[in-house]
Structure formats: C-alpha cells, structure tokens
C-alpha cells in the first residue's frame, strides 16, 4: 500500500527495551518495596515549577477557555450541538448493512458537518479554572483497522478545531491493517483529505494487522512530541479538551490523565454522560473479577479506558503496552496496574470531555469479549493477572478456571520490569487505590467445581441453551464435552454460575432459570450441593431433578422431594469440559 511520511513498520524491530531516563539533571529515585528490596523509579516525578490549576474565585473565564470565543455562525445544520438526526424510511435498508460493516450509522454521520459542534456537558465550574500558563505540546495518536469515513476523519476536524494551535504539535494516525481493496476510502481518498493540514496530521500504514495495542505502541514511536494522547477513530474532542487533561503530567510525568468518555449515539449521533457515572456523568473505569463488562457492582475504582494522555518519556520508560498483547482488549489494565504499582497513577479529569461513538449492535467486526476463550482478549487477560495480580489471581480464575489451561505465551519481560522497577504489589493497589473490599458481591466467593453437570451414568447434562437474563429456561441436554452453554461453576455459599450468572428454579420448580446471582441473606435462596456424598443438588431442602422418561430423556429441569437413591437426581461436575 501507499504510504505517507515513514515507512512500513515492523513491531519487533522497532521494538527498544525499556531503559530508565536519568532526565532534568535529577538522579533516579528510588523506592523501597513490600518485600524490603530497593527499585529505582522511572520518569522525573513532580516539578515543582509547574502550578496546579487554580480555581477562579471571580468566576471569569479560565485562562485556556476558547478566546475569542469558538465562532458558533453557521453551526445550525443537523447534529449541530448533538441534536439528534434521524434516518429516512428509504435510507433503512441500506442503513442495516453499513451498521454490519462498520458499527455505525455512517448514512447520519454523512448529514452531520465535519465542524459540528459537540454539546458542552462539563460543569459550569470547569470553565472557570486557570490551567498553567506553559503547558507541553501533545502528539495524539489514532489507530484504526476498517473504520468508516464520517467518524473517522471527524475525530480529526474535532482535535485541530478545538485543540490551541500552540498545544497540538502533530495528529498520528495508524493504519493497523486495513483492506483497502474492501475499504477503498481508507487509501488514496484519505491521503489526499489529510493534505488540508498541511502536514499536522501524519499517516502511517502497518504492514499487518497488529491489533490496536501494539498499534498504539508504534503510534507512541513515530510521535515526536512531549506528551501522547491516544483516540480511538471515532471520536469528537469537547470544548477546552485539552489543558485540563495534560495539566497534571506537565507537572507531574508519572502520571497518567483519562478524559471523561461522552457516549455518542451510533445512529442518531447524540451526546450522554457515561452510563453507570454520578448525576454529572462521571464514571470511573473498573474492572469485574473476570475481566468482562463494567457491572457496578464489581467496579473497581479509577482505571483507565483507551482514551488517555501520558508523557511520551514515561510511555517509553514502563515499556509502553505488553507487545504480547493482541488486537483488542486488557491493555487498558496492563498499562494502569503498570502505572499505579510502578510509582504513577491514573487521574479522572472530569474537565476534559471526548466524545467517543460506541458500536452498534449487528456490527460483523471485531466482537467485544464475548464469552468464547479463543477470543484473543483471554490471552492478554492471563497476561496481564500473571504479571500484576499476585495471589489475588485466584479470583480470576475463580470466575474463569477454563482459562488456566490457555497458552499466554512468554511474559518475563514484564515480570523483570515489574521486580526491577516497580514498589507497589497488587494487595497495595486494591487498598490504596480501589478499596472497599468487603462486599460479597466484590470478592468472588471460592470456586468448589467446574466443568459440565452431568447426570449419574448418564450422557445427559445441564445446559443454559443459551440463556441468561431470565430470557428462557436452563434445560437439560446431551453432554458434549465443548463447555460453553453447559460449562457451569459451582461456587462456596451456594451459587451455580455461568458467566456472570445463576441458576435457580421458578416459583413453581417446574423449571430452572438463569439471571443475575442472588444476594445470599438466609440460606433460603442458596444451593446445598452435596457433590461429596449423595450427589444432589437441593434448593430449600427439594432436589435438582432431570427426566425419567427413557423417551424423552432431554427437556425441562425440575425441583423436586428429594428421594433417596434416585439416579435422576444425582449429579457429577467434571473439569472434562472444556472450549
Ligand atoms: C474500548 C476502548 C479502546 C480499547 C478497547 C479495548 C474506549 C472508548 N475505547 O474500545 O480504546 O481500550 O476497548 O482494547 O475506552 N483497532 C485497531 N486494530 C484492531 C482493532 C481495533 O487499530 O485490530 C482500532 C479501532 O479502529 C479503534 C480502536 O482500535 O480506533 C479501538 O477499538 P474499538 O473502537 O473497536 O473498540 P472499543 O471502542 O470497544
Ligand atoms: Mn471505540
């Protein structure tokens, strides 16, 4: 493929290893660990000369606000502002295929101007704060594998329009892979449209598809300028995005800043504060015991997501990503375990906001972590607990046991960089950083067996059939050793989990549902599994039933009086089943 400004990149050869900078004249620090060993820190720390934001009691205007005031004539097409832009009836069809190729509706986003304005969703307060006078230039970086045409190049109008001129040294853009024979906008036409910029925004093609995370490495090593800030390719920056968001690192360059993420709607294009956030829409990254979704009830605080500002120097000296990890998810908690542990952080700046377009569902891309091991977000998972979550790594595989059987390749890099560098271990990181331990939804409770639940001597299994959200019954069905739908885990305090869920029976115990784990308050709605003994599974004292028809031996599970010696209610949970 054609390439502008640099040739195509080879990952491992442009590869360095992690050095430690002694930079600004200061020796490198060091820190005493958990274990009484002695690591030297990288990146300068805090300086001093540089103010924290000062919070204008006047009420005026902060230093950095857009001044003169961003010209708002002309901005009254549709989508101006986020209001909502709405498909014709005739354009439907065509509407449903483009969502299957790109995950959004790219016939709206064709009716929405490149300039339009976002809609402003800060704090009034936030306008209203000086931010130091000299800030760093920023390099920000955008991958994209296939992406579409509006969202994409919008990402990049969003950044120059209301980013300070002074500030935005140059916009990296990584083409990580795409088939330009199938996406032929992504070629010549996209080359030709960044010329406007007369050189602020550089495109540089990888040779193969290296997944985001390593292609947001090689982002980081064509970017020449003092501080990173990574977007992913459809994203619109918000008012005064920028001073608010790399403030903190210019004073202190171990640290990392996430902007707040507006979710920005795949069809119509309209702005919301994050799901899940305060009345003001703040968020804060988590992660849940198994590493899929962010339920609140197992967030954990202050994690970064994809978008986020760092010191270049610093992103190199912490090695950038784990270069094992592939395409597509666990990045974002390597690299904030790394900065949290290594003697950084990771701040929430609820100043700066960024829009980002969520997929929509029907999309045929890339899938988000589904349940399916062989998704490569399992590998880098395993890669990252082994190198970050010391003993708590059981609660992962509590919730994933499947998964201690999955190749994660080599990571003895991370773990010297870790010995050598890093103070912190991750019992530090859960108190310090994400507390509040103590509810049972946060830990998970111990893992007793796993496998599939087999009938006594026979070939017949429990199975969800797909279920879960109460949306059809858990039946039985005949074992076939795959585990999904009829991997089950069988948990201390009386749960049968699959996934993130539970099985229990209908008021009437004529069948066995599956939605979200009950609260144990009384032994009333936990199972009492006798796996050890008589092989029976009970709910308040009746007994998990399969058929007795040798017809009909597959169909509806039901609870029933326990009778001794009943074959039909005695099961075996065997590891066997796996992928
Ligand atoms: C979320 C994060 C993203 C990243 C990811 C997990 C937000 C808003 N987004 O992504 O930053 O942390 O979860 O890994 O927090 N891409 C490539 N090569 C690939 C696949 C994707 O360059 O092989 C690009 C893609 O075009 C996009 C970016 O990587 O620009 C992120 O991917 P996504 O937008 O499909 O995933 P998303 O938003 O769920
Ligand atoms: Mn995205």
Redesign the pocket.
Same mark, same amino acid.
């Given at each position: 493929f054609p390439h502008i400004g640099g040739n195509e990149v080879d990952f491992n050869e442009r590869r360095k290893a992690p050095t430690v900078v002694k930079n600004s004249g200061r020796k490198p620090e060091t820190m005493k660990t958990w274990d009484g060993r002695t690591v030297t820190l990288v990146g300068r720390g805090i300086d001093e000369n540089v103010p924290e934001p000062y919070y204008r009691p006047d009420g005026k205007d902060g230093n950095w606000e857009h001044n003169p005031p961003i010209d708002e004539t002309g901005h009254d097409g549709p989508g101006e502002r986020g209001a909502s832009v709405h498909t014709l009836p005739e354009e439907e069809e065509h509407v449903k295929e483009i969502i299957k190729e790109f995950g959004f509706n790219l016939v709206n986003s064709d009716k929405i101007s490149m300039d339009r304005l976002p809609k402003d969703l800060r704090d009034k307060e936030c306008v209203s704060i000086d931010y130091p006078e000299k800030l760093p230039m920023v390099s920000v970086v @955008? @991958?994209?594998?296939?992406?579409g045409w509006g969202p994409l190049v919008r990402t990049f109008h969003s950044v120059v329009n209301r980013t300070p001129p002074e500030l935005l040294g140059e916009i990296v853009i /990584?083409d990580?892979g795409s088939i330009i024979k199938d996406k032929p906008h992504l070629g010549q036409p996209l080359e030709e449209y960044i010329k406007r910029w007369n050189g602020k925004v550089k495109l540089y093609r990888n040779a193969r598809?290296?997944?985001?995370?390593r292609?947001r490495s090689i982002g980081a090593q064509h970017a020449t300028f003092e501080v990173l800030v990574?977007l992913?390719?459809?994203c619109e920056a918000g008012y005064n995005w920028l001073p608010p968001l790399i403030a903190p690192i210019a004073r202190n360059d171990r640290i990392s800043t996430v902007p707040l /993420?507006d979710s920005i709607d795949g069809q119509r294009y309209t702005f919301s504060g994050q799901a899940g956030g305060d009345s003001h829409g703040r968020a804060q990254g988590g992660w849940e015991w198994n590493f899929c979704g962010r339920d609140t009830h197992f967030r954990r605080k202050t994690m970064a997501?994809?978008?986020f500002a760092i010191n270049r120097e610093h992103f190199n000296n912490v090695g950038m990503y784990d270069p094992g990890l592939e /395409?597509?998810?666990?990045?974002?908690y390597e690299i904030s375990y790394k900065l949290w542990m290594c003697g950084g952080g990771v701040y929430f700046v609820p100043c700066s906001r960024v829009g980002?377009v969520?997929?929509l569902e029907g999309w045929g891309?890339?899938p988000?972590p589904e349940y399916v091991p062989s998704n490569p977000s399992f590998r880098n998972y395993r890669r990252v607990i082994e190198v970050w979550w010391d003993d708590w790594a059981k609660y992962f595989y509590w919730n994933r046991p499947e998964l201690q059987k999955l190749d994660y390749g080599d990571v003895s890099e991370q773990v010297k960089f870790r010995h050598d560098h890093c103070p912190h271990n991750f019992t530090w990181l859960m108190e310090e950083v994400a507390y509040g331990i103590t509810d049972m939804y946060d830990a998970p409770n111990e893992l007793l067996a796993w496998g599939e639940i087999r009938g006594k001597g026979s070939n017949i299994c429990v199975d969800s059939m797909g279920h879960k959200d109460n949306d059809g019954p858990a039946e039985s069905w005949y074992c076939h050793k795959q585990g999904g739908n009829q991997l089950f885990r069988i948990h201390a305090g009386g749960f049968i989990a699959q996934n993130l869920q539970c099985l229990y029976p209908a008021s009437d115990n004529s069948k066995m549902n599956i939605h979200a784990c009950e609260r144990v308050n009384s032994p009333s709605n936990a199972w009492k599994f006798n796996l050890d003994t008589d092989g029976t599974f009970r709910y308040k004292g009746k007994c998990l039933t399969r058929s007795n028809d040798a017809d009909k031996p597959t169909g509806p599970l039901t609870i029933e009086d326990c009778r001794p010696d009943d074959i039909y209610q005695q099961w075996e949970v065997n590891e066997e089943a796996v992928l």
């Open positions: @955008v @991958v994209f594998h296939n992406e /990584i990580d598809r290296e997944g985001l995370i292609a990574f992913d390719a459809h /993420i997501g994809g978008l /395409i597509w998810g666990g990045e974002q980002h969520y997929r891309g890339n988000p």
